[in-house]
């Protein structure tokens, strides 16, 4: 047996079921975003931004594979949304009323809902880095490393947004707090965090690195809105 | 800084610190910070140490008419 699933499998009870809840949350999050992206890489703003997103896609599609690897080795739990995608055994009956996803049809609308979800989903793995469940921990550092360009995609694109008119400006930031506060309630990742360090499963400063990661993407952000 | 169509942007990328940047392509983007993201989610068939971009008007080349 591997040390990482001895760390797994000497897990209390609690830890378990309030790890494997968040892996869920973080899962399903990044299924979302993947789809999103998945959705707008025809049809993007330019060949670039298209090619970007299909990458960004990808490793969010990816990120969720790796949390269902941990949920189902380490967790022995289901894996969630593993047919987000049309894979080659369901592909024949696929069609936009049975995704599981609806695509934002507007791409400012896109970009900030998805950076929201993004920044909070990262910032809860930025948390994660110093989990004592090693495989999680390894995991979430290389997913938030892999995270930095989504996050400049997202806050650079937000920048171009500055030839809309101001109303739809001041719209889509207020769009990106109230896409903020859902990603929360989706990922309930700060009452979820704060369990953990009373758990003993994450370093005292987790939460505090939490909270400054976002912190820098607001700071970046209102850059961004000018 | 052009419109939103954007201007071209050449990109260099190195292996190593120790190599010469080379010059693997270009990417069109409305500012440096996201023609930079575009090169580093576009440009991923090599695992590149280091890269950067610099607007292709930035590049002086003499005309014929004017060597």
Redesign the interface.
Known sequence: MSTASVVADNLSAEARRTIRDLLVALAESKNFLGFQYASWCICGPSIEANIALAGMAQEELGHAGVMGGLLGEDLKHGVPGKDTVVTWNKWSDQSAASAPFRMIEAWPEMIVACLALDATATATLEALKSSTYLRLAQRATKMVQEEQFHLMFGVETVRTFAALPRETRQRLAADYQRALGEAEARLASVETLSRLTALGMLAPGALGARAEFLQGVTRRLDDAWG | MSG?R?QVFWVFARRAQTDPFEHVGA?????E??A???A???Y?ERNWRDMCVAPREAFYEPTPESR
Do not use: F, H, W
Request: proline share 0%; net charge positive; glycine share 6%.
């Open positions: 939103l954007g990417v069109k983007a409305t500012s910070a996201i930079y993201v575009y580093r989610m576009n991923t």
